[in-house]
């Protein structure tokens, strides 16, 4: 059974701590990231290093983002109670349940099944109200009429811009994306029309994601 301590509540606000040094002002992101057990969404014995500030791996290739990256682009989202999110890239679930106490409508695709089988019923039993599909993040959800969002986020490294994705996001929306093969540059844009050219893009520095791979992937 998951527990949440009291030494994991301390660790908690350690990090929402050096997350407001490191320039973090958005007041729901850090009352969401010192709410939310980060500890749950790793494996067993992974709770010592839960709230470092370092990427974890868990499992099928694919990590966890260190915390300053969750709050970063969260921050970069400007996410209001009641707002559609779409999230590419489910992964641990962490994320996801950060926008979800956070008052989003989350609607999150994982293209991992074995991934995506873990994550779903965690999210459920920890009482965050997702809606997590299996698919290929690149389409979206186009075959579900749940769009369009007010927001869009990727949570891995995408090789160019998905051209689904921002045709779902509402005009005036905002998505968050890490662009580039190798390293990334984190875009926030800013959809004031429908062509490419009426976009808002502002940069906030490189990081390192996972790839954004296509397709669904059912390996174990």
């Not at 970063?72 to 009641?82: A, E, F, H, N, Y």
Request: charged share 20%; with cysteine.
């Amino acid at each position: 059974m998951m527990q949440d301590t009291y030494t994991h509540k301390g660790l908690r606000l350690r990090m929402v701590e050096n997350l407001k040094e490191s320039g973090i002002t958005d007041a729901a992101v850090l009352k969401a990231m010192s709410d939310v057990p980060r500890h749950f969404f790793l494996g067993a014995g992974l709770d010592v290093v839960a709230y470092d500030e370092a990427p974890v791996k868990i499992g099928f290739d694919q990590t966890i983002s260190r915390p300053s990256t969750v709050a970063m682009q969260s921050q970069l989202l400007q996410v209001q109670r009641g707002m559609k999110v779409l999230e590419i890239g489910t992964g641990s679930g962490y994320q996801t349940a950060v926008l979800c106490r956070m008052g989003a409508r989350v609607f999150t695709i994982e293209r991992q099944k074995g991934l995506f089988d873990r994550t779903k019923p965690l999210l459920q039993q920890l009482g965050y109200n997702a809606r997590c599909f299996l698919g290929d993040g690149y389409q979206g959800l186009t075959e579900v009429n749940y769009g369009p969002y007010d927001r869009v986020l990727i949570t891995c490294g995408a090789p160019s811009i998905p051209e689904a994705l921002m045709a779902q996001l509402k005009q005036g929306g905002i998505m968050v994306i890490p662009l580039g093969e190798v390293d990334q540059e984190m875009l926030r844009i800013t959809k004031l029309g429908p062509t490419e050219e009426e976009w808002k893009i502002e940069r906030f520095g490189i990081f390192n994601f996972v790839p954004m791979l296509e397709g669904k992937e059912f390996s174990v």
